[in-house]
């Protein structure tokens, strides 16, 4: 079992920058991949980004592509999602996610969830 806690989400306005973060307990953070999706209300739950184990590998969706940075720091058991150049479309819950297989963009690879942070960017 993977245990994983969002913080860091908030309200910024457009054009402004957030980091969020995860920490996760119960399995070794170096054996999972990781990632980010995001629900905006109405909407289905969409990718954003995923990274590697070590942390060498790194995938985007188009829309976050330039603006978005995901990280790990194995040694702190977290993954963070630098986010800049914020715009109002960007407002949604976003969740963490491990997966104990790979960094793939499918929301079905992942087998635990966070419980979501809120990002709301205002225009």
Do not use: H
């Not at 976050?64 to 109002?88: E, H």
């Amino acid at each position: 079992q993977v245990q994983l806690v969002e913080s860091g989400g908030g309200l910024v306005q457009a054009g402004g920058s957030l980091r969020l973060s995860c920490a996760a307990s119960g399995r070794t953070f170096s054996s999972i991949a990781m990632a980010w999706f995001r629900q905006a209300p109405g909407k289905e739950r969409e990718f954003v980004t995923a990274i590697s184990r070590s942390g060498t590998s790194t995938r985007y969706s188009d829309s976050v592509k330039g603006r978005f940075t995901i990280s790990r720091d194995n040694a702190k058991n977290t993954v963070y999602l630098q986010m800049n150049s914020l715009k109002p479309e960007d407002t949604a819950v976003y969740y963490c996610a491990a997966s104990n297989r790979n960094y793939y963009s499918s929301p079905t690879n992942y087998n635990y969830w966070g419980q979501g942070t809120q990002v709301t960017v205002s225009s």
